[in-house]
């Protein structure tokens, strides 16, 4: 009998075991349907194609070196009067708050690669408090350049009017968004730089609008 009673009660606790891992398996795929809700799947906007450039520091990038990362790009120049250091301040809130150990990339491509040299992105991004590991400002040659970010991208880049030109410095036409790309290199959100205080309205600011979608594609099957 005591053998009997032993056998029993290994039963009912292989099937109490049993019943504890279908549980947790039935919690985490609710948790895993929740989450989709939550974030349902991000489009894919456009592919970026190859490229050969230089980042701050004077070492050549292309495509190869972000594959395998999520990045955030947006288009500046540092003589830029207008919104360019806006951007460059809002990515530099967006570095400090990165999640750590993570692939992740913070890259911005220069519109004057005449004027804008390794030696000067540097110094600009010096002054911001710039990680050099985690953002990379890029120059090169100009038609390169122009290809990535409108052909690529899609952002709007064009000359300015210099009839309309306020300053001497007002150079260049641009967008002011974030393009968060995936670990494939695609274009999966297009991000609006303007916080919620300049629009009145309840949306979430552009750097957080960011670390959510950083997060969503770090975590995509």
């Given at each position: 009998?005591?053998?009997?009673?032993?056998?029993?009660?290994?039963?009912?606790?292989?099937?109490?075991?049993?019943?504890?891992?279908?549980?947790?398996?039935?919690?985490?795929?609710?948790?895993?349907?929740?989450?989709?809700?939550?974030?349902?799947?991000l489009p894919v906007i456009s592919q970026i194609t190859d490229f050969n450039l230089t980042n701050q520091l004077g070492a050549a990038v292309s495509l190869d070196d972000l594959n395998g990362q999520v990045w955030v790009a947006d288009v500046i120049f540092t003589r830029c009067p207008g919104p360019c250091l806006t951007l460059s301040q809002k990515f530099a809130q967006l570095q400090d708050r990165l999640p750590q150990n993570k692939d992740v990339k913070l890259v911005s491509l220069?519109?004057?690669?005449?004027?804008?040299?390794?030696?000067?992105?540097?110094?600009?991004?010096?002054?911001?408090?710039?990680?050099?590991?985690?953002?990379?400002?890029?120059?090169?040659?100009?038609?390169?350049?122009?290809?990535?970010?409108?052909?690529?991208?899609?952002?709007?880049?064009?000359?300015?009017?210099?009839?309309?030109?306020?300053?001497?410095?007002?150079?260049?036409?641009?967008?002011?968004?974030?393009?968060?790309?995936?670990?494939?290199?695609?274009?999966?959100?297009?991000?609006?730089s303007m916080e919620p205080g300049e629009t009145g309205d309840e949306t979430p600011s552009a750097v957080d609008q960011a670390l959510q979608t950083i997060e969503q594609l770090l975590n995509e099957r």
């Open positions: 009998m005591p053998k009997q009673a032993d056998k029993s009660n290994s039963g009912w606790f292989v099937w109490g075991l049993l019943g504890l891992v279908i549980v947790a398996i039935a919690v985490a795929f609710l948790r895993e349907e929740r989450r989709r809700a939550a974030y349902p799947p220069t519109i004057d690669p005449e004027f804008d040299t390794p030696e000067i992105l540097n110094r600009y991004g010096n002054k911001l408090g710039t990680d050099a590991e985690k953002w990379w400002f890029l120059t090169g040659d100009k038609a390169e350049l122009r290809r990535l970010a409108i052909r690529d991208f899609q952002f709007v880049v064009m000359d300015a009017d210099k009839e309309k030109m306020e300053s001497e410095d007002d150079l260049f036409v641009h967008s002011t968004y974030f393009m968060v790309v995936d670990k494939q290199g695609r274009v999966r959100k297009i991000i609006d």
